[in-house]
């Protein structure tokens, strides 16, 4: 189903083939890695979740570039023994072929349901790790970790839980490292959208809160 407030398009190669997730009234949905490069030459590693009508013709791989078209969207996953946010591109469009290997854009809109967190790095660049609450149909919403950076930092920095916002950009991914209990540190991926531009939208319902950390998959 078209959302105009939550759309993303990227253009990539999956990384192996998709695999069996789940299944949501007898359809099957496959998870999958797509490669998506940079300008810069960097690759961001994006999960994908794939209704299997989509894959009517047979499970695309190898170096074959897919054009993916859908929404962003979010479930909770117990790891570890605690909840974490998970985010996939859930594509609603896929075809193979195109010229520009480097398309990853996201448009959003949707409300605060944190307060703006507003720092710099050690080397002085300014960030503002925002999560914006996007509404779905039939009541659900996904909650999408967005960051601004820069100029677009201390604008985003004055806005207030419940303001609503227009975001577009780009799902990067992020390498870091956690300190475990033990000692240990773990490497983990994080994904957000990274803001090109974001601007105030009128004022309408705000989507649900944070709901708590449950198993759910985002084709339901």
């Known amino acids: ?42 690759i961001d590693r994006l999960p994908v979740t794939l209704p299997g009508k989509l894959l009517a013709d047979g499970l695309p791989g190898g170096d074959e570039l897919l054009l993916m078209q859908g929404q962003v969207r979010s479930y909770n996953k117990v790891v570890e023994g605690a909840g974490r946010l998970m985010v996939t591109l859930f ?64 604008f985003a920095a004055r806005f207030h839980v419940g303001d609503r916002l227009r975001v577009t950009g780009r799902l990067q991914s992020r390498e870091y490292q956690k300190l475990l209990e033990s000692g240990e540190y773990i490497v983990r991926n994080a994904f957000e959208v990274s803001c090109f531009t974001l601007e105030p939208e009128a004022a309408q319902p705000l989507a649900q809160p944070v709901p708590e950390a449950v198993p759910e998959h985002a084709g339901e």
């Open 91 to 154: 594509v609603q469009h896929l075809s193979p072929g195109g010229d520009n290997d480097t398309l990853n854009r996201v448009e959003l809109s949707g409300a605060l349901c944190k307060p703006p967190v507003y720092r710099s790095t050690p080397f002085g660049r300014e960030i503002c790790d925002l999560m914006l609450a996007v509404n779905r149909a039939f009541g659900k919403s996904d909650y999408i970790p967005c960051i601004a950076w820069g100029r677009n930092a201390q």
């Open 1 to 42: 189903m078209e959302n105009p407030s939550n759309r993303m398009m990227a253009a990539g190669r999956l990384e192996g083939r998709p695999e069996l997730s789940h299944e949501v009234m007898n359809e099957p949905f496959y998870t999958a890695t797509l490669l998506v490069k940079r300008l810069s030459g960097a």
